[in-house]
């Protein structure tokens, strides 16, 4: 999966539940992005991190939660607050000065 | 920050045609662009990619222009095939927003056999 992988491919949330999907890097690559996607619109950015121990809010942070502890890992949380969380969820990892490399997605439905 | 806008948002050509895609940026330091192509249910995949050193960039049936002055930047597929078709999302960066992606709203491309 070019060297990030998501997990789990489809994930199924109760109502005020948190859950948590993962993201897991081996390309050595400092910067990490947390995008949702809802159908048929574009990308809108929920988090990103430039550097392990540092995390910035993106434009829909409310609800979302993440931390960055290792290099390799962005571990994205949905909480209970997130009161619209049904979306596809993309993790993207990027060297500096290229492009982004996506993982395969999480699709998280309520139900 | 950096605003990227796209057009058209829906595009369908005959198979055999060409199709272009065009995006406009608002950060004139900007100077990376790259070129997603997203099937559905799929991860956006990089397709191709232009600095703002460089006019033009080709890769078989894909080629993309920059216009530095006019800020603006397209994506030509000549020969188009029933397997184009997807939704595509131009981006830019490395402006005000550093190592930041800002990406158009994506156009949905349909190649009609």
């Known amino acids: 999966d070019g060297g990030i992988t998501q997990s789990p491919k489809y994930l199924f949330r109760k109502e005020g539940q948190n859950v948590t999907l993962s993201c897991e890097q081996n390309?050595?690559?400092?910067?990490m992005y947390w995008y949702r996607q809802d159908p048929g619109q574009g990308l809108r950015l929920i988090y990103y991190s430039q550097i392990v121990n540092d995390f910035q809010k993106g434009d829909i942070a409310e609800g979302y939660s993440v931390s960055r502890e290792k290099k390799e890992s962005f571990p994205l949380t949905v909480t209970s607050a997130q009161k619209n969380p049904t979306a596809f969820y993309l993790c993207?990892?990027?060297?500096?000065?290229?492009?982004?490399?996506f993982g395969s997605g999480t699709r998280l439905t309520v139900v | 920050g950096e605003n990227v806008e796209q057009h058209p948002s829906t595009l369908s050509v005959q198979e055999g045609d060409s199709a272009v895609i065009k995006c406009t940026y608002s950060?004139?330091?900007?100077?990376?662009f790259p070129w997603y192509k997203q099937e559905l249910g799929k991860r956006p995949q990089l397709i191709i990619d232009i600095r703002s050193n460089v006019g033009e960039k080709k890769d078989q049936r894909i080629a993309v222009t920059l216009n530095k002055t006019a800020k603006h930047f397209s994506l030509h597929i000549t020969e188009t095939q029933p397997e184009d078709s997807a939704v595509y999302f131009c981006a830019a960066s490395g402006g005000n927003a550093g190592n930041m992606l800002t990406f158009g709203g994506g156009t949905r491309l349909m190649v009609k056999p």
């Open positions: 993207a990892s990027r060297r500096a000065n290229y492009g982004y490399t």
């Open positions: 390309l050595n690559h400092d910067a």
């Open positions: 950060d004139s330091a900007s100077n990376y």
